[in-house]
């Protein structure tokens, strides 16, 4: 059992890796930067998904757009100028 979830704790840290934040120590930065960077790695997938032909130009652009949305939105409410 402990094997499983090492191994799912390290597909985990491959497929959605993080880097360590060295910015300006601020809780709500930190949080912004964690937001970032899904952002930057979900765009990915959406391109790589759209260059393979998974996906249709236009459904990447409008997932993109909504993911672009929801970051702006959580640049807000973490009141980052």
Do not use: H
């Not at 300006?24 to 998904?49: D, G």
């Amino acid at each position: 059992m402990a094997e499983d979830s090492d191994f799912l704790a390290n597909l985990s840290n491959f497929l959605y890796p993080r880097s360590s934040y060295y910015g300006q120590f601020k809780p709500e930065y930190l949080v912004f930067n964690a937001n970032l960077q899904e952002f930057t790695q979900r765009v990915s997938n959406i391109c790589n998904l759209q260059t393979s032909g998974q996906l249709s130009p236009e459904d990447a652009y409008t997932q993109i757009k909504l993911l672009w949305k929801q970051l702006k939105r959580s640049k807000k409410e973490l009141e980052i100028s």
